[in-house]
């Protein structure tokens, strides 16, 4: 959450109507007596960044927000919900996860976690898992995961391949991440393939040229793990452009193990994000800061291998545009939940409780670069999440408590 000149430029960030009014029809749904609704519209209700409204209401036509104001204020209609007092968000937009994989890493998580040395081949064991299975298990799992997490009120999912590692497991596994969502990216470039050990560059000439070939009409987004072990700066820099003259748009795995080049090309790329983004020099977060680039940052990762927490603080602090998201994968951050990343971020991040909710829902939305989602104002889609609690602060104050008690996607109550 911030008002940077790089934020104001986000229209994913920013984009709102100036007037909370609309005309209603008489068959559209009012959600009323809402506690707090947070819109992410400044114009509206406190005038903070989380433009909230008290004693609210949400009207809903088809699958778009038409009204929102107070509850006493309400057009009529000839359906009406309850909210009983509870609190609205927007629905959760997660902008960073891998879940089409197959196998289990229990026993490494467990290894690590009691201190004891674990030698299996960590993404490498996960691949050859991915590549055994089938396509109905595969689906199945992507599936399981996104429905997971609709329970926990995300609404919009960014999911990637990069566990397949070959230009027929790569492109059925975008065709796979294509059957749920829209946002689907391309991570090809995710580690060297174990069948290119002796021979990186070979590699990327594959992941640049008949991969990319293969899988871009399944894509949205081209990434890269650009990071020691993984792709430097120039190998980095060839799978993007190469990428984005397919018409792929980038993001990256930036700064995530140690310093590197992740972050600043990142932002001459124009890429949407930069993700990670864990150790960042003081020319890194002025690069951040000073650009579209959104860092995306996602502390399941640091809380599974209890690794440095990121400095969302000064992030924040100079005007960067930041996003939490869940990295949910099976090795490193095995969760699909967005109110515990929330709660880390506020307890171990130094975020506020409304950063973090916006940074989990409009800040995810300009990862994206969307302008349709992570907020609920007249326009927007019909994402919602009511919780059981008068105030989103409960994300962070009750932490692990299952708060969400109702989701809408697209106008229609799913959960």
């Known amino acids: 959450m911030n008002t940077s000149p790089a934020a104001r430029n986000n229209p994913a960030a920013t984009s709102a109507p100036t007037s909370a009014n609309s005309a209603v029809a008489a068959t559209a749904t009012a959600i009323v007596n809402i506690a707090s609704l947070v819109t992410n519209d400044p114009s509206l209700g406190d005038g903070t960044p989380l433009g909230l409204i008290q004693d609210a209401a949400v009207v809903i036509e088809g699958d778009r927000v038409v009204w929102v104001g107070e509850s006493s204020e309400a057009p009529g209609t000839d359906n009406r919900v309850d909210a009983g007092g509870r609190a609205v968000i927007p629905g959760f937009v997660d902008s960073h996860s891998h879940l089409v994989f197959a196998g289990d890493r229990t026993a490494e998580f467990n290894a690590r976690m009691s201190g004891r040395p674990y030698e299996a081949g960590g993404i490498r064991t996960t691949v050859a898992a991915t590549r055994a299975a089938t396509d109905a298990e595969l689906s199945a799992n992507v599936a399981r995961h996104m429905y997971e997490a609709l329970r926990q009120g995300t609404t919009t999912f960014e999911t990637k391949s990069g566990y397949g590692l070959t230009v027929e497991d790569e492109a059925r596994a975008l065709r796979i991440a294509g059957e749920h969502t829209d946002e689907v990216t391309y991570l090809g470039a995710h580690i060297v393939s174990p069948d290119y050990a002796d021979d990186p560059a070979g590699y990327v000439d594959l992941v640049t040229g008949p991969m990319l070939d293969a899988c871009a009409p399944y894509a949205r987004w081209v990434d890269v793990f650009c990071e020691k072990g993984a792709f430097d700066g120039d190998q980095a820099r060839a799978v993007l452009t190469a990428g984005q003259a ?169 959960i």
């Open 246 to 414: 397919k018409g792929l748009q980038a993001r990256v795995h930036a700064n995530q193990l140690s310093y590197g080049p992740g972050v600043q090309l990142a932002v001459e790329l124009d890429a949407a994000s930069a993700d990670h983004c864990t150790h960042l020099t003081d020319a890194d977060v002025d690069a951040l800061a000073h650009s579209s680039t959104v860092a995306t940052l996602l502390p399941g990762a640091e809380f599974s291998t209890r690794a440095p927490w990121p400095d969302a603080r000064r992030l924040l602090d100079a005007g960067v545009t930041v996003a939490l998201s869940t990295d949910c994968n099976p090795g490193s951050s095995f969760t699909s939940s967005m109110p515990f990343c929330i709660a880390l971020a506020v307890r171990d991040m130094r975020m506020t409780p409304d950063e973090a909710l916006w940074s989990a829902t409009a800040g995810g939305a300009a990862a994206l670069r969307r302008t349709d989602v992570g907020r609920l104002t007249p326009g927007a889609r019909a994402d919602l999440t009511l919780l059981d609690a008068p105030s989103h602060v409960h994300l962070a104050y009750r932490p692990g408590v299952p708060l969400v008690t109702e989701v809408w996607r697209k106008g229609l109550r799913t």
